[in-house]
């Protein structure tokens, strides 16, 4: 089995009800991050599929930044959770 070299993901749209536009950005950086790192498990590697849509359900969020951040990662696990099944 040959090791996958590119991943090209293209997210469309995301939708940020509740998210301060100051914090946007700290949530896209934390998504992708952390997005990068779960799509870069060999056991997602295998995966060849399309999946139109994901519905994550409410997440909590902490106020700030680092609140942000930390939703962008809890939203790229569940992204990547979605995608194993």
């Known amino acids: 089995m040959g090791f996958?070299?590119?991943?090209?993901?293209?997210?469309?749209?995301?939708?940020l009800h509740g998210v301060d536009p100051a914090d946007r950005r700290a949530l896209v950086?934390?998504?992708?991050?952390?997005?990068s790192r779960a799509l870069s498990d060999t056991a997602l590697q295998a995966i060849s599929q399309r999946t139109p849509v994901?519905?994550?359900?409410?997440?909590?969020?902490?106020?700030?930044?680092?609140?942000?951040?930390?939703l962008g990662g809890s939203v790229a696990r569940a992204i990547a959770k979605g995608i194993k099944r």
């Open 4 to 15: 996958v070299k590119r991943v090209d993901v293209r997210i469309d749209r995301v939708v």
């Open 29 to 35: 950086n934390g998504l992708t991050g952390e997005l």
């Open 54 to 70: 994901l519905r994550l359900g409410k997440m909590p969020m902490e106020a700030g930044q680092t609140g942000a951040r930390k």
